[in-house]
């Protein structure tokens, strides 16, 4: 679900929200501000920490293991397509076997 995280639109597990508002309560929300940059489904993008500034780890942890998450969850929707299409292949061409067999025995009855 897409929820505000430093002022931009973060896709979070229920679990991440919860975990962001334990961090958000004991340390704050000014250090996600500026510290990452997400795309309009709330993917990140980009981690990029100000020069400026230090950040607190749990900070920098939280969203680094966010998008990790997000990025194992993108490959294993694709991996779940390609087996998918695999599978529908593989129908296809058993299907096709099935019919150059008939086809075999309907030209051995021809002859």
Known sequence: MIRAVGN??????DSEYEYFKTIREAIG????????STDKNGIITTISPPLD???NMAVIY???NVMVNQRMTAVEGRVENFIK???EED??????ERVEAIEAR???KNE
């Not at 931009?8 to 597990?13: E, I, Q, S, V």
């Not at 129908?91 to 096709?96: A, D, G, H, Q, S």
């Open 106 to 108: 309907l030209d051995g």
């Open 29 to 36: 929300e000014a250090d996600f501000k500026k510290l990452f």
């Open 62 to 64: 939280f969203i680094l």
């Open 91 to 96: 129908r296809v061409n058993i299907l096709l």
């Open 85 to 87: 299409k695999m599978d």
């Open 8 to 13: 931009k639109r973060l896709n979070l597990t």
């Open 53 to 55: 500034k230090p950040i």
